[in-house]
């Protein structure tokens, strides 16, 4: 009985890394939420973009948010099985695949945010045909050249556990991953910082100018959302990769499950931009 004992905790192990109760039901609240939340975003959303039917290119930019948005929640009722079971029951191709739509969804989002935030800074007359170029451009760039790299060559320098998931950190071993994360950390955090500087001396500028009726001013307004956007990105985006850097230098640690498993918490946390449409629902970014 003891070795039988012993045998069952080895492959229960074996099935998910050594994490802690408390960051569990972190990891099952943050998704859970999401998951809710993200959801009935996306339904309210389209239900008044229906209605207004309108294709304006705003409109354009938030139905391809919405559309990313759905491919992320719809992964999430996966990993929660994951969490929640201890084991995964999916294959390996499925796991890859879950494990590569939260990173499309986050840097894609981010770029769609970027889009929105310059395209209300600097109005052009002709941006519709422009923009609505750079977005067939985007989805193509990412559904047939990034999605089919990411799966062919991510998950391959080592062999894994078929009932293990989300659980590359062998990647990092890889001097090409190491510099490509690094590239990606540091393109995010100054494009952001850029954009938080810039939308918020064009907010002190408009607010000074059309103080104290601000609020009653379509131009102050729609600066006041894109900066919504920009608060979405520092308390989404902004602690991954910056936990990411320190995960990076301390890749010789990667057998520590503590580190892997708050590496995997800001991984969620990236996710709560979901829940971005259902703030403009609720009047919170407005």
């Not at 320190?246 to 503590?258: A, F, M, S, T, V």
């Not at 918490?265 to 629902?281: G, Q």
Request: proline letters at 3%.
């Amino acid at each position: 009985m003891p070795n039988s004992s012993i045998t069952q905790q080895n492959h229960s192990s074996e099935m998910l890394p050594d994490t802690s109760e408390g960051l569990q039901v972190v990891l099952i609240a943050l998704y859970t939420i999401n998951l809710a939340g993200g959801t009935l975003g996306v339904i309210l959303m389209s239900y008044q973009l229906f209605q207004r039917r309108t294709r304006s290119v705003m409109t354009v930019m938030i139905i391809s948010l919405l559309v990313l948005h759905t491919f992320m929640l719809l992964s999430i009722p996966f990993r929660l099985s994951y969490y929640i079971l201890k084991q995964w029951k999916f294959g390996m191709f499925a796991c890859k695949l879950a494990s590569a739509i939260i990173y499309l969804h986050m840097y894609s989002t981010f770029a769609f945010y970027v889009a929105i935030i310059l395209l209300r800074l600097f109005p052009l007359e002709f941006r519709r045909c422009y923009t609505q170029l750079w977005v067939a451009a985007v989805w193509l760039v990412g559904v047939l050249v990034v999605t089919p790299l990411l799966l062919s060559y991510y998950g391959t320098s080592s062999t894994y556990h078929s009932s293990q998931c989300f659980q590359f950190h062998k990647e990092m071993r890889k001097t090409p991953m190491v510099i490509i994360n690094y590239c990606l950390v540091g393109i995010l955090v100054v494009v952001c910082a850029l954009l938080t500087v810039i939308q918020l001396s064009v907010i002190c500028r408009l607010a000074v100018k059309y103080w104290p009726d601000i609020n009653s001013h379509v131009e102050f307004r729609a600066q006041a959302k894109s900066f919504f956007f920009i608060l979405v990105t520092l308390v989404c985006f902004m602690p991954h990769h910056v936990f990411r850097a320190y995960y990076i230098q301390n890749r010789h640690l990667g057998e520590d499950q503590k580190l892997l498993s708050y590496n995997e918490i800001f991984l969620a946390l990236t996710s709560m931009c979901c829940l971005d449409m259902l703030c403009f629902i609720a009047g919170i970014a407005h």
